[in-house]
């Protein structure tokens, strides 16, 4: 039976107001939320432990503030949750983020790892795949529609279409959303998480050959021309060929 | 001078467009490039010329007929020289890029928008920030498309190397989109639509004014929520897709932050809404303060009199 992973991020509400305060971003006021695209992936790994057995493990790269999301994904209904951190991290890179992530997984002694296609705060989506290479797995990605049946079939874009792609051996999924339906967490599952333990394991990371210079507000756009009733239509498209050459 | 890898992008068989921009983007980095370009026939190789580019590489395999991101990753590597990897930031070249990366125990920084030296910037919490960040040693990157000019082509000296990887996956089938029509990540034009519409049949008003510009049609998450006719794929928005076409027509779209987050790097933005308070008036290049109905058919005929 499966030993089922799924990756967890603890990031700022998508609805939140992302504040610059001199050259960082000031977070001290945002709530935290599990990454929108990693709620696919707990659904999706744990519509792959009702359909194959096994066990669905969450686990998560931060320090001690990151429990509350492996909490609740423990309410939603994963077994098990499991944070890596070493108090030597400050910043780390995509490189030392997804070698620690791989160790932990392989220390788990996973067999397929679900993780969402990207994470709301970098949009990167380059966790998935750096993880899967670092194993020496397949990874599909940008995925819906998974289905178990002997292995894993998911639906995947490719150009002018969408294929659908199966997955014999160990893999890393990374999850979109498609026409998923997510479950909610509901009262015996939030008293379970309550209790829950976070198991906390250590991993080594690389020094990172990545650093942050600033971070800023995004550039201010200048005012556009804004025109009345629909006739303006016909002067919004001469703009577009002869303002902004785009025609 | 330091070297540089780019990642060539192809479409249905020849190299795209976006993959002069990221010529551009080696030259910026202050790095010589070379053009890898993967195909199942080298002749592909021969539309990645460029100035500034002293050698093409055609990696041929036959892991490149379809896309599977263990052997890609693995047959791209083994091809390529040391140095800076660039690829362009679509979803699968992201993704390639992402897994070259972690083979040479390199870092990655993804959607770059800019560069200055070794400092690269990429937009952050689906652009309500930008983020600068600066290497010291080498990483991959992917780049934007529009934000680079494009070099101009050359001949290309083409180097064949036959390499392929391990197929690590199994495309059962294909499933053709529907229409005949761009999908959102892949069109330089979108006109999207929004609950404004009234109902998804008024889409068809849009697909019009696609059919005209060669365009996509999008919609905003509330138009995808609230009918179940607009699939999720046609989303634009923080948990829809992110583009950044050279036009964006948002029409009966307010412009709520989700929407915002994935369009707002638009280069130029109309906005049709009869509301004129509508927040997307104040991203856009050009407001038309006009219900649809009234708007379109102005719109339409004026495209397709210039398109003629």
Same mark, same amino acid.
């Given at each position: 039976?499966?030993?089922? $992973?799924?990756?967890?991020?603890? $990031?700022?509400?998508?609805?939140?107001?992302?504040?610059?305060?001199?050259?960082?971003?000031?977070?001290?006021?945002?709530?935290?939320?599990?990454?929108?695209?990693?709620?696919?992936?707990? #659904?999706?790994?744990?519509?792959?432990?009702?359909?194959?057995?096994?066990?669905?493990?969450?686990?998560?790269?931060?320090?001690?503030?990151?429990?509350?999301?492996?909490?609740?994904?423990?309410?939603?209904?994963?077994?098990?949750? $499991?944070?890596?951190?070493?108090?030597?991290?400050?910043?780390?890179?995509?490189?030392?983020?997804?070698?620690?992530?791989?160790?932990?997984?392989?220390?788990?002694?996973?067999?397929?790892?679900?993780?969402?296609?990207?994470?709301?705060?970098?949009?990167?989506?380059?966790? %998935?795949?750096?993880?899967?290479?670092?194993?020496?797995?397949?990874?599909?990605?940008?995925?819906?529609?998974?289905?178990?049946?002997?292995?894993?079939?998911?639906?995947?874009? /490719?150009?002018? %279409?969408?294929?659908?792609?199966?997955?014999? %051996?160990? $893999?890393?999924?990374?999850?979109?959303?498609?026409?998923?339906?997510?479950?909610?967490?509901?009262?015996?599952?939030?008293?379970?998480?309550?209790?829950?333990?976070?198991?906390?394991?250590?991993?080594?990371?690389?020094?990172?050959?990545?650093?942050?210079?600033?971070?800023?507000?995004?550039?201010?756009?200048?005012?556009?021309?804004?025109?009345?009733?629909?006739?303006?239509? #016909?002067?919004? /498209?001469?703009?577009?060929?002869? #303002?902004?050459?785009?025609? | 001078?330091?070297?540089?890898?780019?990642?060539?992008?192809?479409?249905?068989?020849?190299? !795209?467009?976006?993959?002069?921009?990221?010529?551009?983007?080696?030259?910026?980095?202050?790095?010589?490039? =070379?053009?890898?370009?993967?195909? =199942?026939?080298?002749?592909?190789?021969?539309?990645?010329?460029?100035?500034?580019?002293?050698?093409?590489?055609? &990696?041929?395999?036959?892991?490149?007929?379809?896309?599977?991101?263990? @052997?890609?990753?693995?047959?791209?590597?083994?091809?390529?020289?040391?140095?800076?990897?660039?690829?362009?930031?679509?979803?699968?070249?992201?993704?390639?890029?992402?897994?070259?990366?972690?083979?040479?125990?390199?870092?990655?920084?993804?959607?770059?928008?800019?560069?200055?030296?070794?400092?690269?910037? @990429?937009?952050?919490?689906?652009?309500?920030?930008?983020?600068?960040?600066?290497?010291?040693?080498?990483?991959?990157?992917?780049?934007?498309?529009?934000?680079?000019?494009?070099?101009?082509?050359?001949?290309?000296?083409?180097?064949?190397?036959?390499?392929?990887?391990?197929?690590?996956?199994?495309?059962?089938?294909?499933?053709?989109?529907?229409?005949?029509?761009?999908?959102?990540?892949?069109?330089?034009?979108?006109?999207?639509?929004?609950?404004?519409?009234?109902?998804?049949?008024?889409?068809?008003?849009?697909?019009?004014?696609?059919?005209?510009?060669? +365009?996509?049609?999008?919609?905003?998450?509330?138009?995808?929520?609230?009918?179940?006719?607009?699939?999720?794929?046609?989303? &634009?928005?923080?948990?829809?897709? =992110?583009?950044?076409?050279?036009?964006?027509?948002? &029409?009966?779209?307010?412009? !709520?932050?989700?929407?915002?987050?994935?369009?707002?790097?638009?280069?130029?933005? &109309?906005?049709?809404?009869?509301?004129?308070?509508?927040?997307?008036?104040?991203? !856009?290049?050009?407001?038309?303060? +006009?219900?649809?109905?009234?708007?379109?058919?102005?719109?339409?005929?004026?495209?397709?009199?210039?398109?003629?």
């Amino acid at each position: 039976m499966p030993n089922i $992973v799924v990756l967890v991020k603890r $990031v700022p509400d998508t609805n939140a107001r992302i504040v610059v305060n001199g050259d960082r971003v000031d977070l001290s006021a945002v709530k935290w939320v599990i990454s929108p695209y990693d709620e696919f992936a707990i #659904e999706t790994a744990l519509q792959h432990k009702e359909a194959a057995g096994g066990t669905v493990t969450a686990l998560t790269l931060g320090p001690p503030d990151a429990d509350k999301v492996l909490k609740d994904a423990k309410a939603i209904g994963v077994d098990e949750i $499991v944070r890596v951190w070493d108090d030597s991290w400050a910043e780390l890179d995509s490189n030392g983020i997804q070698s620690a992530l791989a160790q932990a997984v392989t220390g788990l002694g996973a067999d397929v790892v679900y993780c969402g296609k990207t994470a709301a705060d970098t949009g990167a989506g380059s966790t %998935g795949p750096g993880v899967a290479e670092r194993l020496g797995w397949a990874s599909v990605s940008n995925t819906t529609d998974a289905s178990f049946d002997g292995g894993i079939t998911v639906s995947t874009p /490719v150009e002018g %279409g969408s294929a659908r792609v199966s997955v014999s %051996g160990s $893999v890393v999924i990374s999850c979109d959303k498609g026409s998923m339906k997510v479950r909610k967490p509901n009262v015996k599952g939030i008293m379970m998480a309550k209790r829950a333990q976070v198991n906390v394991v250590s991993a080594d990371a690389p020094s990172s050959t990545v650093a942050i210079v600033s971070q800023t507000p995004p550039p201010a756009k200048p005012a556009g021309k804004k025109f009345e009733g629909a006739s303006s239509a #016909e002067e919004v /498209v001469r703009l577009l060929r002869d #303002e902004a050459n785009i025609i | 001078m330091s070297e540089s890898v780019i990642i060539a992008e192809v479409n249905k068989g020849t190299v !795209a467009a976006v993959t002069a921009e990221l010529v551009s983007a080696a030259l910026a980095l202050g790095t010589t490039p =070379t053009v890898v370009v993967p195909c =199942t026939d080298a002749s592909v190789a021969d539309g990645a010329g460029f100035e500034g580019v002293s050698k093409t590489i055609a &990696v041929k395999g036959d892991c490149f007929t379809n896309y599977d991101a263990a @052997s890609w990753a693995a047959a791209i590597d083994a091809a390529s020289p040391a140095g800076i990897i660039i690829a362009a930031a679509t979803p699968q070249s992201k993704d390639v890029a992402a897994r070259v990366a972690a083979r040479r125990g390199i870092s990655i920084v993804q959607d770059v928008v800019a560069i200055e030296g070794m400092n690269l910037t @990429s937009p952050i919490y689906s652009g309500k920030a930008m983020q600068t960040v600066s290497l010291s040693g080498d990483a991959a990157i992917s780049v934007r498309a529009n934000v680079f000019p494009a070099a101009a082509s050359n001949a290309a000296d083409v180097s064949v190397v036959d390499q392929s990887g391990d197929v690590a996956t199994a495309v059962q089938e294909i499933i053709a989109r529907a229409s005949a029509r761009l999908d959102v990540s892949e069109a330089n034009i979108i006109i999207s639509g929004g609950r404004g519409m009234g109902s998804p049949e008024n889409f068809s008003h849009l697909e019009k004014i696609a059919d005209t510009l060669g +365009a996509a049609v999008g919609a905003s998450r509330a138009a995808v929520d609230t009918w179940d006719d607009i699939p999720h794929s046609m989303q &634009v928005g923080q948990t829809g897709k =992110t583009v950044n076409p050279n036009l964006y027509i948002a &029409v009966g779209i307010s412009g !709520a932050i989700q929407h915002l987050a994935g369009m707002r790097s638009s280069k130029y933005i &109309v906005a049709v809404n009869k509301d004129a308070d509508a927040p997307i008036f104040s991203h !856009a290049d050009y407001g038309i303060v +006009a219900t649809w109905e009234d708007a379109l058919p102005v719109l339409e005929s004026a495209f397709s009199s210039m398109m003629a």
